[in-house]
T-cell receptor, first 117, second 114 residues
Framework: AQSVAQPEDQVNVAEGNPLTVKCTYSVSGNPYLFWYVQYPNRGLQFLLKYITGDNLVKGSYGFEAEFNKSQTSFHLKKPSALVSDSALYFCAVRGTSRSGGSYIPTFGRGTSLIVHP | NAGVTQTPKFQVLKTGQSMTLQCAQDMNHNSMYWYRQDPGMGLRLIYYSASEGTTDKGEVPNGYNVSRLNKREFSLRLESAAPSQTSVYFC?????????????FGEGSWLTVV
């Protein structure tokens, strides 16, 4: 079965500092990896995804993520945090096999990012 | 740019009552999903429909039924609501369930069962 771990419930960072939100995954075969952001009382918004190719993926709002196959990680990063980045962030993995429904994405529990002024 | 539209946004039910959450997408997507979000639990899949005419159970299907009415619409029904079903419900869709297709979410439905 596929799974996603977001080891930190909360990440605190000062505005202007770089931020990292961690994600590790487990899946059979090659993964498709996604990051979503959720603002209070809103739905999830797509940020970026890794399908294949370049390990560094750039997405919306200045976010990027690095796919590391050997460490089975897909950490979300941003060089300079903004207070408006404060939100809940979800990592998701989708397998490439139809067996057992593994093509259905599995989401992590979410990491609350708090950016302090 | 409506995307995925869910109704109602908020609902309070009494234990034992029934209700249906409606979802429609205008992106001509084949696949649709229903998730619930609970504090500390992340998103858990209730049911999904890989394509029109098919539905399958997800991780937490008990107490729910779904109907894929047509390609656009996918409804979630609570036949006899229980307090444990108090949650935020999200409908989502994607072009297909395969490959790297992005899943797009609705704005959520807040359900309280008292």
């Amino acid at each position: 079965a596929q799974s996603v771990a977001q080891p930190e419930d909360q990440v605190n960072v000062a505005e202007g500092n770089p931020l990292t939100v961690k994600c590790t995954y487990s899946v059979s075969g090659n993964p498709y990896l996604f990051w979503y952001v959720q603002y209070p009382n809103r739905g999830l918004q797509f940020l970026l995804k890794y399908i294949t190719g370049d390990n560094l993926v750039k997405g919306s709002y200045g976010f990027e993520a690095e796919f590391n196959k050997s460490q089975t990680s897909f950490h979300l990063k941003k060089p300079s945090a903004l207070v408006s980045d404060s939100a809940l962030y979800f990592c998701a993995v989708r397998g490439t096999s139809r067996s057992g429904g593994s093509y259905i994405p599995t989401f992590g529990r979410g990491t609350s990012l708090i950016v302090h002024p | 740019n409506a995307g995925v539209t869910q109704t109602p946004k908020f609902q309070v039910l009494k234990t034992g009552q029934s209700m249906t959450l409606q979802c429609a997408q205008d992106m001509n997507h084949n696949s649709m999903y229903w998730y619930r979000q609970d504090p500390g639990m992340g998103l858990r899949l209730i049911y999904y429909s890989a394509s029109e005419g098919t539905t399958d159970k997800g991780e937490v299907p008990n107490g729910y039924n779904v109907s894929r009415l047509n390609k656009r619409e996918f409804s979630l029904r609570l036949e006899s609501a229980a307090p444990s079903q108090t949650s935020v419900y999200f409908c989502a869709s994607s072009e297909t369930p395969y490959s790297g297709n992005t899943i797009y979410f609705g704005e959520g439905s807040w359900l309280t069962v008292v």
